[in-house]
């Protein structure tokens, strides 16, 4: 069971909008920041979203992040087939260990 | 652009230890203030993290782990390892080894990571 919850999967049509959600408490993201990784099948994960809603170098503006108390969201608008993947969120948490979501599966229809 | 790379056997008996390597290429392991680490995943979970080092040699193991765990870095060759020991199948999944850069407690994140490899444990 992962310290943080995720929905298992969304799904959306192409060109669409979806939103995956990442929920926790005031001992991790509560009082931290979020990071967001995307999975593509068969690969490692790869950072996606830093400090909440900052993006690397080469992610397009398509992903965004944000936080609101215990909670953070991963957006992607415009939605590509290349996009299905399981996307996890992480923070720091009390425990003094980073702890994940356990893994949105999005499909995009 | 920094790379990570896993290395070590795909089967482990169970009761022994799991001994992996993880090699950096493309900048030095010691240049910056990051921490190297492990991260692994059972077949169809999610992501729990094994533990980290710095290049000092200064490690943090995650607590329900931390018995077991052994991380040590060689910074001669660029790489760090991981010695998991007492394995049984529960510890069968891919193991990553990643960069975390921690700008301050509660800030940080991984990036890159390795491609992966995976350990079962087996007789």
């Known amino acids: 069971q992962s310290v943080l919850t995720q929905p298992p999967s969304v799904s959306a049509a192409p060109g669409q909008k979806v939103t995956i959600s990442c929920s926790g408490s005031?001992?991790?993201?509560?009082?931290?920041?979020v990071s967001w990784y995307q999975q593509l099948p068969g690969t490692a994960p790869k950072l996606l979203i830093y400090?909440?809603?900052k993006r690397p170098s080469g992610i397009p503006d398509r992903f965004s992040g944000s936080k609101s108390g215990t909670s953070a969201t991963l957006g992607i608008t415009g939605l590509q087939t290349g996009d299905e993947a399981d996307y996890y969120c992480?923070?720091?948490?009390?425990?003094?260990?980073?702890?994940f979501g356990g893994g949105t599966k999005l499909t995009v229809l | 652009q920094v790379q990570l790379q896993e290395s070590g056997p795909g089967l482990v008996k169970p009761s022994q230890t799991l001994s992996l390597t993880c090699t950096v290429s493309g900048g030095s392991i010691s240049s910056g203030s990051y921490y190297w680490s492990w991260i692994r995943q059972p077949a169809g979970k999610g992501l729990e993290w094994i533990g980290r080092i710095y290049t000092s040699g200064s490690t943090n193991y995650n607590p329900s782990l931390k018995s077991r765990v052994t991380i040590s870095v060689d910074t001669s060759k660029n790489q760090f390892s991981l010695k998991l020991s007492s394995v049984t199948a529960a510890d069968t999944a891919v193991y990553y080894c990643a960069r975390w850069l921690q700008l301050e407690v509660g800030r940080d994140w991984f990036d890159p990571w390795g491609q992966g490899t995976l350990v079962t444990v087996s007789s």
């Open positions: 400090d909440n809603n």
């Open positions: 992480g923070t720091w948490d009390s425990s003094l260990s980073p702890v």
């Open positions: 005031s001992s991790n993201i509560g009082n931290n920041y």
